[in-house]
């Protein structure tokens, strides 16, 4: 993570990411690159699926870097500041200290930190030559500074590599006397040094969410990050902020046609990957403009993005269904994936009052592909609900091409045995006309609970 | 409030409404009638201050209808159905019945509802005849048609004034074996009629929140109408929602200068009177775009609206500022109100990690007028604490134009002791640069209680 620069701003998607939030993550990090010159850098906060990858592939774009959570690092407080070798005489490190009053990290031939020469590490050195001296007036300061740093290092500075939450360091530096540190890169070489106040108040991270507000489908630690903004188009489940913040929630069928408007409405090209990205964002989140969320806004954003992709000639298809047919072919199948990543792969967790529910989702070419797997997929829903405390959880296989929908159930299954859709003889129940999870599954099961 | 039609969308401001809540409810109310031909209602959830009051009367505006509360009354399920008088013969009665499947209301000549012929009650009447006659099958069906059906009736119906909340008849309805009652207007005469299923779940009031997005400040029942649209400038201290709504925050001095610019997006042209209403929410809301709070769109909707304003000649002011001084002179001075009116004029409550407490703002033409009330505020804020449950409260008193504030603190103040701001001898603190409480105080105060 050397890499980052100091005042980045990250933009996010939700957990378990799909096509809407990367698109819409990478095509606003274009934007306030281009408009407004921010350093803005989308970021994943979980593995890609089979078809983001088929899709950044085919369009030359690098996969976001992978954010796992948004407490700061050591990255973002160490000042790399030139180290010294052992032997070089005390005023050197002196001369550094005075300009940068911070300890001067002593380093070995291997780059491997030994130490600090500090404020203090120096004046110790000095009382003890002072005291030991018969007649200290025939000694000129000079010799003193031409002591060798390794004699005047404190080798006992903790060190922290670059990659560790600040957080967990806080314990130690409050019960630690010293002031300064060493921050080493993963290897153990030397990186640079930081300060006590650093640890304490680290900078935060600051971050933009897009494509979900809720905390629970957010990075983990955001509330250790300075939140800047939110672009959704799902129900508002987000937490009170300090400060008031751009906050846009517009009831669209994707974040990536609210990120298309922003971008069609600065007058800015994006490179031609960027507008088929977000195509396939608005193409995947509605189901080719066939769920229940899709908007007229919807549909204008995916002529506009059509029209620039077919001059661009990236796409080597003849209009947004083939493109969408491509896409859905490469989802991830239930007769490849393991129990495991099928309820979790696209999983989404909710709170009310005070209980916690998830609803995860995934797309089939047939629905007859879930009934040898009903077993182990419920199994695997039960193993969730335990392992993450869980009231209960719904898998939601959806028919994209026949807009339909069978429910497996665990956890607390009598909660739910009264939702309105048919109990089949395999205990999955049919939702025939379902495929929105947000806009049809979700608002039956939160009134259900209300 | 027969007068309202049956789904309106209300727009409602804050608790406590300042003028750009006011004109920003009255604009939005404006754009989606014209624009959208929604039979939007813009309402205020309080009085209206002196300001407000004086400026609606200046531009010639009806103040907005008063909303105390959000929950249903009954004339949001009343049906108006033609009452007949208590000699008419049952088959009047009886056709009616069966076109309208409800009991048919029968009034006295003074229109004071005596009762309701229901099926169940023709079938009682009938019954007990039959079972009279000695030989039935001489008396034809027109004979039982014609009784009278004051005979038919039943008159121990409960009776519902229009004015009454809906949930407050909840439990009655439910304990009640019959499943239709009557709907009296105020004067106890007759007004509808209604059925249990619309007692029970009462269609929701359609509600959209401008100038604030927490419940706390936010009119009575919220919970209990159906939210859907916010538009604010206020840090967000939300609830969740079921489905998604549009939900917007940005960071700009006033709530009016958003809905100015979906107006000028619009392309329509508003009356005079509305342009001068928004013009005042900008000034007063950025204090003469002289708050911290005041961006750069605020200063180009203040240029925007007084150009249309001078056109118009509504105003007899030669720019924003000579507006904003007349507007500003008529602010409820310290001098003339009461305590209580200080402190909850413009009351505004928060909640933080389970504590709520108050912050009250006062504008006042010099801090010294101030001094004198100190005792008398300071006690009125402990009671408003008392009252309220309010951990501590605090009432900001500002000098516009100065740009200086006094705060007069009440409740926990040892919480509060340790506030950036000076104390003074007179108890209060020095706050001086300080003019805005969403942008200064609040996040001074929520950072400390965090």
């Not at 998607?13 to 803005?40: C, F, Q, T, V």
């Not at 919807?298 to 269904?321: A, F, N, Q, T, W």
């Not at 979790?344 to 047939?366: S, W």
Request: proline letters at 7%; charged letters at 20%; a negative charge.
């Amino acid at each position: 993570m050397d890499q980052l620069e100091l005042n980045p701003i990250y933009i996010a998607g939700h957990l378990n990411p799909d096509i809407d939030s990367i698109a819409s993550a990478m095509g606003y990090a274009w934007l306030l690159h281009e408009r407004d010159g921010k350093n803005a850098i989308a970021v994943r906060t979980g593995s890609l699926t089979a078809q983001t990858s088929w899709l950044l592939q085919t369009l030359g774009l690098e996969p976001p870097m992978l954010l796992n959570d948004a407490s700061p690092r050591f990255n973002r407080i160490a000042r790399p500041l030139p180290p010294i070798l052992p032997d070089r005489p005390l005023h050197e490190a002196l001369s550094i200290i005075s300009s940068y009053s911070i300890g001067v990290p002593i380093v070995g031939s291997d780059n491997v930190p030994l130490g600090l020469v500090t404020g203090g590490s120096v004046f110790k050195l000095l009382s003890n030559q002072i005291r030991t001296l018969v007649d200290f007036e025939k000694v000129s300061v000079a010799t003193l500074l031409s002591i060798k740093c390794r004699e005047s290092m404190d080798p006992e500075v903790p060190r922290f590599p670059l990659s560790m939450r600040v957080s967990d360091a806080r314990r130690k530096v409050l019960n630690e006397e010293r002031n300064d540190f060493i921050v080493t890169r993963d290897d153990g070489t030397y990186f640079g040094v930081c300060r006590s106040p650093d640890v304490l108040t680290p900078p935060k991270m600051q971050l933009i969410l897009v494509d979900h507000n809720e905390v629970s489908q957010s990075i983990r630690a955001l509330e250790e990050a300075e939140l800047i903004e939110v672009i959704d188009h799902h129900r508002v489940g987000t937490q009170s902020t300090i400060t008031p913040i751009p906050f846009y929630i517009d009831c669209v069928g994707s974040t990536s046609t609210l990120i298309s408007e922003r971008i069609i409405a600065s007058g800015l090209m994006p490179p031609p990957a960027i507008v088929a990205l977000l195509l396939a964002g608005v193409i995947s989140d509605t189901l080719l403009l066939a769920s229940p969320t899709t908007t007229k806004r919807d549909h204008i954003i995916v002529e506009r993005l059509m029209e620039l992709v077919r001059k661009s000639g990236i796409l080597p298809y003849k209009d947004h269904k083939e493109f969408g047919d491509a896409l859905f072919s490469v989802s991830s199948s239930l007769s490849v994936l393991s129990p495991d990543k099928i309820v979790t792969t696209d999983l989404k967790l909710y709170n009310m009052n005070e209980k916690q529910f998830g609803l995860a989702q995934i797309e089939v070419g047939n629905l007859n592909e879930l009934g040898p797997r009903v077993k182990e997929i419920s199994e695997a829903l039960e193993e969730l609900c335990e392992s993450k405390g869980l009231e209960f959880a719904v898998l939601m296989v959806t028919d994209v091409v026949r807009a339909n929908s069978r429910l497996v159930v665990a956890g607390n299954q009598a909660l739910l045995k009264d939702l309105p859709y048919t109990p089949l003889a395999d205990h999955t129940m049919d939702a025939t006309g379902i495929v929105s999870r947000k806009k049809q599954l979700l608002p039956v099961i939160l009134g259900f609970l209300e």
